[in-house]
Each structure stands twice: as C-alpha cells, then as structure tokens.
C-alpha cells in the first residue's frame, strides 16, 4: 500500500491534473491513497479572502469570483458541460458564501480555517473527477473525519488514537475498491469544525496516514528533483541528496527548509517507512529517499532561508535581571499567541528572540508582552541557518548583510540579517 501526496504546484492548471493522472497510472495495481493540496497559490488567495472578510473589505466578493473563476477555468479545460463536477465544486464554495453573508463574530483563527479549507475540498473534488474519467477508478474522502484534532485552530494538534481508530477501521476496506483520493492540511474536531494542521501541511497528512496504515511508502511528488541543499529560487548550483536520515530531515525541516513540513518526519520514523521527494515532471528519476540508514553525505553545506521574520528584544520594566521566572512567564505568553520561536538568546537584563511574522498573531504576543516588558522589535528580517558549513561558504552569506543576531555550533550556525 502506497501513499502520494501532491502539492499546489502539481495541480495549479489543467496539465497538471492530467500530468497527475499520469503518475498515478504508473502505479497501476497497487492499493493507493492520494493526498492533494488546494490548487497553485489557492490558500494564499483564500488567506487573502480571510482578511478581506474580517476586515470587512469592499474587495471580499471580488476575491471570493477570482477564486471561483481559477477553478472553473481549470474545469472547463478537462470536462463537458454536463459533467456533475460542476454541481459538485459549485456546492462546496457555497461553504464559504455561508460564512461571508453574515458579519465576522468568531475568533480570526478559527474563521480563517473555515474559509481557507475549502481550497483542498475543491481540489480534491477536481483531481478524483478526473481520474475516474481517466478510466482510474477512484473514491472522494473527506479526511475531516478521519484526523481528528482538537480544537487549535490553524494548528491542530492530532489525536492520535482516535485518528488511528478511524483511519485503520475504514480505509483498508476502502483501498480494495479503488484509490482513494483526499485532503492534505485538513482535520476535524468533535464538534464537526475544520481545522488546519500549519502552513504546507499536506506532507504531514499522508504520513499521518502511512503511519496509521503500515505503508510500504510515502511519495510527495515536488516541483523539485528531490532535497536540495538549498532553495533553487535563492541559491545557485544546488545540490540533490540521493538520501537522507530521518534525523537530518528532521533537523533541517526544524530550522525551516520547505520542502517537507516539519510534522512528517517523526511518524514515518516511528513506523520505519521511507519518505522519497520525487519530481512530478519527471516521474521515473529516483528523486531522494529518507529513511532510517540514509547515508548522509554534504558536498556542500545545507542553507535553510526563512524570511518575514521578526527580531524582538525584551527587557523587565523594573531593570531586574532575566530569570528562570521571567522566561517561564514569556514562553507562555509565546505559547498562547501561537509564535514559532525559531531562535533565541538571554542576556542579563533582556531576551532576544526571533519569531515567524504573522500579524494577528503578533499584535495579540505584543499586547500580552507589554504588560511587564519593555519591548524593541524589527521587523522584515531574515533568518539565515546553515548546517555543515565551512568558514568560505558563510563569508560568502554575509556579503552586504546586516547581521542583527549570530549563533554558532559545532554543525549549524543561524544569523538574523537584513
């Protein structure tokens, strides 16, 4: 039993659905659960869509038709007229005209799954109508009530043993009828809510499936050829890894590297199943495969790129020296706003940490911040991580860049630059 995932690239126009279908033909006879992202750039033009609505913007129902009008394109180009898909798409955006027709009440995170969602359900709808007229039998799954999750929106945390019961109880019997064809990024509550697993969560969907399944394997088919050293939009003359350690993988999606999210290793681990990144363009080259002996071999040093960063500093109003106490008080505060601290450093009268930017997020941690601390922050920062580098290889980073925070270790040095 395989698992695939597919991301926003691989199904971003009609080509790449058919190019999908092609894959998935390669792997005929073989049980096969899809897990699909939303649609090229969807969730960003739905996070859009999300502020627009609780702001109360004019432009809402200007975003919500571009949407609509992507999508429908993209069907136009692989279906007849007649076909039930347009029915079917149609009638999941109405989800979110239920939302948009009354004013915004509710918490902005718990909004923001309910509207951003629906990227992934339509998506899903689109790929598994095309692959049963491909000829590929395949069965639509609404993965909300398979992983359960509680009630963290827009970073749900998985229950595992209910997650577990539902998906080992139903989908074996459902893989032997035909591949199955669901949603990445998604879970459900107990209260039937969307929730969302963080930002390019796909990845962790199927390996949260693999896991539960025992699959021979996990597949996430990328616009890359496999790992890179570095991210090819940023770098030149990067490098593939013909394989990784679950452990390497792990450390570099901790420090930010985008390729895989930073969930999915630790399933796949757990359950001793590869993971293998493979490029959808060119299906039969041998990509990089992670799994637990994966030979690791640097021929040159990994640079991980985090950008829309935030460098704050943070000082106790009475002068006091930062304490254990201190520290406890801040990281709950850090906790409760949802503020990914990527890294920190403690002096005797401040604490300097640096974060991911999400505005929402960040007024509520300022706000809960000033009552005891006096507070400095830049903003539109980058954060540099490099593991396994050489003394050329870091020169040539910091070339007309402000270095705000520097750390360093035996295999990995981070820098916040601007």
Same mark, same amino acid.
């Given at each position: ?52 609505? /609780?702001?109360? $913007?004019?432009?809402?129902?200007? @975003?919500?038709? !571009? #949407? ?6 993209? *069907? ?33 995170d718990f909004i ?45 945390? /998985?229950?595992? $043993?209910?997650?577990?019961?539902? @998906?080992?109880? !139903? #989908? ?6 035909? *591949? ?210 050489s003394a050329e290889?870091?020169?040539?980073l910091k070339v ?19």
């Amino acid at each position: 039993m395989l698992v695939f995932k597919f991301g926003g690239a691989s199904v971003k126009d009609a080509g790449g659905i058919v190019n999908l279908a092609n894959v998935v033909k390669k792997y005929d006879g073989n049980q096969l659960l899809i897990v699909v992202s939303a649609m090229g750039k969807t969730t960003n033009a739905l996070e859009k869509l999300t502020k627009a609505y /609780v702001g109360q $913007d004019d432009e809402v129902h200007a @975003i919500f038709d !571009e #949407i609509k009008k992507y999508h429908y394109d993209i *069907i136009e180009q692989l279906f007849e007229p007649s076909d039930a898909i347009f029915n079917d798409v149609a009638n999941t955006f109405v989800e979110i005209d239920w939302v948009i027709e009354e004013e915004p009440h509710d918490d902005y995170d718990f909004i923001y799954d309910q509207i951003v969602s629906i990227g992934e359900l339509v998506s899903t709808r689109i790929v598994g109508a095309y692959l049963n007229k491909a000829g590929i039998k395949s069965q639509w799954l609404d993965v909300r009530g398979y992983i359960h999750t509680d009630n963290t929106y827009r970073e749900g945390i /998985v229950q595992w $043993d209910k997650t577990k019961a539902s @998906i080992s109880a !139903e #989908i074996p019997a459902l893989l032997q009828k035909g *591949i199955v064809v669901t949603q990445g990024f998604l879970g459900g509550t107990s209260e039937n809510f969307t929730t969302t697993l963080g930002r390019e969560g796909s990845d962790y969907t199927a390996s949260i499936f693999a896991s539960c399944l025992g699959a021979e394997s996990v597949t996430t088919w990328k616009d890359v050829p496999g790992v890179l050293n570095a991210d090819p939009k940023f770098f030149k003359d990067t490098i593939k890894f013909d394989e990784l350690s679950y452990s390497e993988a792990i450390e570099m999606t901790y420090y930010g590297a985008t390729v895989i999210h930073p969930k999915t290793i630790k399933p796949l681990q757990n359950a001793k199943i590869p993971l293998l990144v493979k490029p959808f363009t060119a299906p039969d080259e041998p990509g990089t495969v992670i799994k637990e002996n994966g030979q690791n071999i640097f021929l040159k040093p990994v640079i991980i790129l985090k950008q829309n960063q935030v460098l704050l500093s943070l000082s106790a109003k009475d002068y006091s020296f930062i304490s254990e106490n201190h520290l406890s008080d801040i990281f709950g505060m850090f906790a409760t706003s949802q503020a990914k601290v990527n890294m920190m450093q403690t002096s005797a009268l401040s604490f300097t940490v640096c974060i991911d930017f999400y505005e929402d997020r960040f007024k509520k941690l300022l706000k809960s911040l000033g009552q005891d601390f006096s507070v400095k922050y830049n903003e539109g920062l980058s954060l540099i991580t490099v593991r396994h580098y050489s003394a050329e290889s870091l020169n040539e980073l910091k070339v007309n860049k402000t270095i705000l925070m520097e750390q360093l270790s035996r295999n990995t040095i981070q820098m916040v630059v601007k």
